[in-house]
């Protein structure tokens, strides 16, 4: 016998609604299949940066040690350009399967959204966070030569003679740019700003007296305090930092609620499956727990986290907003 169209109906109904659930099933037989058996070919590990840098440190790091976890070859590929912007998209185009990942940081990942006008990817949308590598703190410092001991020594100096002092950065929309912008914002502070192609021009010019401070990061500040040359005169993290226990912070040092921390994390394609995702953040969190690692990290003035997918996504998020508020008052412009 025949059934008419209007009595299939609830028949189709039961069938889809099978079929639905089998598929489901099926896909989260897939899932967990590929993490049972992933990765069986290597990884691209990208950093979105030139090599030398602490992204690029970390990324060789973590690399090599999640190669020998996971018994896959980890190659660190560098695609520098447009502040991290380069090798980003790339990674945000790429396959997800978890076979290309990314070292994201805090310019890639939260500040140049805010910065630039037309940005090739969504930081949030087009990404899957896998694990927080660690935060460190920037650090202010002078040339040793310097008549500043304190920050209240260039908050005095400024207000004497605004627009007087000039701070060198990394670049600008760097965490080391925007440090020295948010100083000047919350202590009413003038002063001219003088970018560089990175850390190390930077560096040479406080030392040549170019500029008269920088708000560094902490893996290239660090030596230059140890040998001599600069002073510290504050860190910019929420405690102080463990290679300078005697460097008070921003907040301690008058400005109550500065807080501004570099980071380093890991992110995969958005879509890339949750086991997948998973073992990677579970293996690199072991990675970031070893002894040997958590000492290196140190003495590159890291706090490790560990932080997983869930903790740094929230993370993220709420850096995002931070930064596109204080762009927004500082009114800065990239073009």
Known sequence: MLLTQRAMRPVLAVLCTGCMAVAGHAGAQTGTHAADHYPSKPI???VPFAAGGTTDLLGRLIGQKLSQTLGQSVVVENRAGAGGNIGSDYVAKAPADGYTILGGTIS???INTSLYPKMPYDPVKNFQPITLIGTLPNVLVVNSSSPWKSVQDVIAAAKAKPGSINFGSSGNGTSQHLAAELFANMAGLRM??????GSSQA???LLGSQVDLVFENSLAAIPMIQSGKFRALATTGGKRAAELPDVPTMAESGLNGYEIVSWQAI???AGTPA???????AEIGKIIRQPDVRAKLASMGVEPSGAGPVELSAFQKAEVAKWANLIKVANIHLE
């Open 192 to 197: 001219t700003h003088v970018p560089y192609k």
């Open 203 to 205: 560096v040479q010019a």
């Open 275 to 281: 086991p997948v995702v998973n073992k990677l953040s």
């Open 44 to 46: 691209t590990y990208v």
């Open 267 to 269: 992110f995969a394609p």
């Open 108 to 110: 890639s990942h939260a």
